[in-house]
C-alpha cells in the first residue's frame, strides 16, 4: 500500500500563490505516476495535473495549464503543485493520488489510481 497526506492549503486572494505538498510512504515512491485532483461539492472531480514516476513528463488539464506547476522529488518520497495566479474557480479540496506506472501517465481519467490522499482545502477568494 500507499500512504498519500497533502498539505499546504490555505486561504489565499485571488493573484495570489500556492504550494501543495504530497508525502508518500509505504512504497517505492518512484514505481508511480502521480497526480493531483480537485473537487467541490457542486462538481465533479477534476483532473488537475500528473507526473510520471521520472518527472520526464507532466500533464495539466486545461483549466490550470499555464498556471500550475507539478513536480516531484523522489529521494524525498514528495510530491508538488506550485499554483499562482489564483483564481475563485480554483477554490476546492485538492487531492493527489499514484497510479502504478505501468499505466498511461497522460490519461486524464481517474482510472488506475489506486490510492489516494484525504485532501486539503484550497479556498481562494475574490
Known amino acids: 500500500q500507499v500512504q498519500l497526506v497533502e498539505s499546504g492549503g490555505g486561504l489565499v486572494q485571488a493573484g495570489g500563490s500556492l504550494r501543495l505538498s504530497c508525502a508518500a510512504s509505504?512504497?517505492?515512491?518512484?514505481?508511480?505516476?502521480m497526480g493531483w485532483f480537485r473537487q467541490t461539492p457542486e462538481q465533479e472531480r477534476e483532473f488537475v495535473a500528473a507526473?510520471?514516476?521520472?518527472?520526464?513528463?507532466?500533464f495539466y488539464g486545461d483549466s490550470v495549464k499555464g498556471r500550475f506547476t507539478i513536480s516531484r522529488d523522489n529521494a524525498k518520497n514528495t510530491l508538488y503543485l506550485q499554483m499562482n495566479s489564483l483564481k475563485p474557480e480554483d477554490t476546492a479540496v485538492y487531492y493527489c493520488?499514484?497510479?502504478?506506472?505501468?499505466?498511461?501517465?497522460?490519461?486524464?481519467?481517474?482510472?488506475?489510481?489506486?490510492?489516494w490522499g484525504q485532501g486539503t482545502q484550497v479556498t481562494v477568494s475574490s
Open positions: 493520488a499514484a497510479k502504478h506506472k505501468v499505466y498511461y501517465s497522460g490519461d486524464y481519467s481517474e482510472k488506475g489510481y489506486a490510492y
Open positions: 509505504g512504497r517505492t515512491f518512484s514505481s508511480y505516476t
Open positions: 507526473i510520471n514516476w521520472s518527472g520526464g513528463s507532466s
